[in-house]
C-alpha cells in the first residue's frame, strides 16, 4: 500500500515519536538543573550580601572611631594652639613694657 506524500511512514512517525520523547525528557532535566542552580544563586548571593553588609558595618564602625580619634586629636591641637598664641601673646606684652 502505497503512502502518501505528505503523510509520514509508521517508521518515520515512530522515530519522530521517539525523538520528542527525547527532547521531552531532556527539557524537564535541564529544566531541574536550572531550578537547582538558580535556588543555589539565591542562597549563595543572600549569604554573599550578608556577608557584606556585615563587612561593612564593621568597616563603619571603624571609621566612625577613626573619626572620633581624630576630633580628639584636633581639639588637643586647637588647645595647644589656644596656648601657644597665648605664650606668644604674653611674651610680646613683656617686651613691649620692657
Sequence with gaps: MAQHPNHPDADGEATLDAAV????????????RVKELSGRAEGGAG???????S????ELDAARSRERALEDAGADAAQALDKAIA???HALEQSEEA
Design 47 to 53: 549569604g554573599l550580601f550578608d556577608f557584606d553588609r
Design 55 to 58: 563587612k561593612l558595618a564593621a
Design 87 to 89: 605664650s606668644v601673646r
Design 21 to 32: 520523547k527525547r527532547l521531552e525528557q531532556s527539557l524537564a532535566v535541564l529544566d531541574g
